[in-house]
């Protein structure tokens, strides 16, 4: 399986899983761990874990994506030195109610979003499902392999 079979096998459909379930916990850290995982694809057959802090300083979605994965796979993680990422446990990633009239939660669902997504407690701005969408489109479009040492 070559990078294009994985992200049309694996990747897109598991993505498509979290747009059906937006606040499926479950489904964000496996969207996640695929996502992440297309590093392999595109490292083959060099390995992927010298390049993946440079990818990191390049893409902050590939930070949060690898952070995301980490943390389903280790229960926690130390964190890495980027701008936003600092130790993150399995428990940070949650759940983000919709909230229209009479539904919500304050300080954590979005005025107006009618259907809520994933979020991370310490970082309640960002959307996992759109993170993940931009990590992808990173990593299926990345040119720059010849200068990332194996």
């Known amino acids: ?7 049309m096998r694996i990747v897109d459909p598991t993505i498509v899983d ?6 499926s916990v479950r489904h964000a850290f496996l969207a996640c ?9 595109l490292a ?4 992927a874990a010298g390049m993946r802090a440079k990818l990191r300083s390049i893409s902050l979605e590939f930070a949060v994506v690898e952070q ?12 890495y030195k980027t701008p936003i990422i ?5 428990e940070d990633v949650i ?3 919709p909230c229209y009239y009479n539904v919500g939660y304050y300080d954590l669902s979005l005025i107006g979003d009618p259907v809520g997504g994933v979020t991370l407690d310490k970082y309640r701005d960002i959307d996992l499902l759109s993170v993940i969408k931009k990590a992808t489109e990173f990593l299926h479009t990345y040119s720059g392999w010849d200068g990332l040492s194996a």
Do not use: C, W
């Open 33 to 41: 761990v695929v996502t992440f995982h297309m590093i392999d694809y």
């Open 44 to 47: 083959h057959p060099r390995r």
């Open 95 to 97: 759940p983000r109610p």
């Open 1 to 7: 399986m070559d990078l294009q079979d994985y992200r």
């Open 68 to 79: 995301v994965a980490h943390a389903f796979k280790h229960v926690s993680t130390p964190g």
């Open 18 to 23: 979290l747009e059906a379930n937006p606040t």
């Open 86 to 90: 600092l130790p993150l446990s399995n």
